[in-house]
């Protein structure tokens, strides 16, 4: 089966970036939509941002502008590029993979297979 493994969080100054990486084992992502989740603490899961295999980028409002989410070259990794972090992307932040969506969805129901999240904490 496909696993996927989260890793890059750590806490980082407000205004810094941090890039985060989802490495795929088991098979590629060839046709799957990847998504990016977060959840704070008492908050519930957010979507952040998703890609499908046909190029299609979907952002959340809350970050557009600031985060962006890529798909390495070999189909084996996924990647969400952070910017000008502020204290409230504070979360643990989960890679999600999905089947073939032509619009890309920010949904958790949509996703099937899940890493296990890395904490992101944005504080000075």
């Known amino acids: 089966q496909l696993q996927l493994v989260e890793s890059g969080g750590k806490l980082v100054q407000p205004g810094g970036s941090l890039r985060l990486s989802c490495a795929a084992s088991?098979?590629?992502?060839?046709?799957?939509?990847i998504g990016w989740f977060r959840q704070a603490p008492g908050k519930e899961r957010e979507g952040v941002s998703c890609?499908?295999?046909?190029?299609?980028?979907r952002y959340a409002d809350s970050v557009r502008g600031r985060f962006t989410i890529s798909r390495d070259s070999t189909k084996s990794a996924v990647y969400l590029q952070m910017n000008s972090l502020k204290p409230e992307d504070t979360a643990v932040y989960y890679c999600?993979?999905?089947?073939?969506?032509?619009?890309?969805?920010?949904?958790?129901?949509?996703?099937?297979?899940w890493g296990q999240g890395t904490q992101v904490t944005v504080s000075s």
């Open positions: 088991g098979e590629t992502l060839n046709s799957n939509t």
């Open positions: 890609a499908t295999s046909f190029g299609r980028t």
């Open positions: 999600a993979a999905g089947g073939i969506f032509y619009t890309c969805p920010i949904n958790g129901d949509n996703y099937n297979y």
